[in-house]
């Protein structure tokens, strides 16, 4: 998955528990034909076998110990609240989707919130309005996100238009779509996904409730939040284990930091084992005796490897972190013919100095000729790191035009 993270360029998130808080504090309670604490009652009550947040802040506003005996044929509507029987009366908590649902007609409520309308009954007794509060570091991580180049960000939700408006507008998400059912956001996901310019771009989807479960597992690659219900975790393809959303970052700098690392290693792996061919064929064709014996092959193979054990731990330069990265088989393949031969230009040259200088040109000599070409063979590869390191470097100023 770190791959993955490493060229996600979209970036969708849920509303509500993702973005926001999810501990709603009930602001108001309106348009109400009972009294206040009673509305509440119900409202609590009937939600309270509910995992979804706006259920949570309702137990925490009503503040009381619930009896659940009281609660029976409780039916959790995805994306529109909760229909149960309280002391034998139906009550149905939701949004204006449920009441539409349930034909029961609703007032409107003219203040920014997400609304829980209440009907007992069939009959509408008002709603409850609360006020989500956005995560604290929400709106920097969308900067981050931004600045280490995600291309878009895009913001699902069920909750209503104007609440979805504002909260994309102050985190600074670049698009939103609202009042969206669960199957809906499996639909913006597919939509999304077929709007990627190839399947090198990827797109990550950050939620947290049982109607994020199909689009976590759509997209290329879903996360989840620390408080995400258990279906969620599940589907997800990482879980955040910390709160604050600012690890979203890390996560997508850690990948293209592991992305290159390995890229690293293939390279040179590859371009060392291509030299290698070269000198050998080189050898075989003009010399009377094996230039190196397998003995020797393998150790400083061996030498080789424990000095690439480095790699996973070697930094990335910063150019290369700023933007999305995927897999470029051409680049490997030119790294491997430019670099390449260059360790088989040293290799020939300490061939005809052990020839020609030490005077290495029979079968007595053969051994001299073999520590030589040994000893060359490891300080070659040294150099050849180096040379890597080199040619990073001007890379990337290529890349940035600088
Ligand atoms: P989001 O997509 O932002 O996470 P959800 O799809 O979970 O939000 O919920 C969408 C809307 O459906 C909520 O804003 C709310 O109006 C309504 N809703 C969903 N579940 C419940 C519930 N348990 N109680 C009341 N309303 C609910
Ligand atoms: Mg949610």
Known sequence: YLETLAGTKYVVFDKTGTMTQGVF???????NTLPMDEILEYAALAESFSSHPISRSLQKA???????????????????GVIAKVDGRTVAAGNAKLMEMKGISYQECHSVGTIVHLAVDGEYVGHILIADLLKPHAEEAIRALKA????KTVLLTGDAKRVADKVAVDLGIDE??????????VTMVEKLLSQKAGEKEKLAFVGDGINDAAALRQSDIGISVDSAVDIAKESADIILLEKDLMVLEDGVLEGRKTFGNITKYIKMTASSNFGNMFSVMAASAFLPFLPMLPIHLLIQNLLYDISQTTIPFDRMDADYLRK????????ISRFM???????SIFDIVTYLVMWYVFSCNSVEHQTLFQSGWFIEGLLSESQQNILF??????????????
């Open 148 to 151: 280490a180049g995600i291309r």
């Open 324 to 331: 999305p990265r995927k897999w470029d088989a051409s680049d």
């Open 176 to 185: 939103v779509y609202s009042e969206l059912l669960p199957g809906d956001k």
């Open 62 to 80: 009503y503040g009381k110990a619930i009896d659940q005996s009281r609660v029976t044929d409780v039916q959790e509507v995805s994306g529109k």
């Open 389 to 402: 390191i080199e040619y990073q470097r001007v890379k990337y100023f290529k890349e940035c035009n600088c």
């Open 337 to 343: 013919i430019f670099i390449g031969p260059i360790s």
């Open 25 to 31: 504090e009930v602001t108001g309670v309106h348009h």
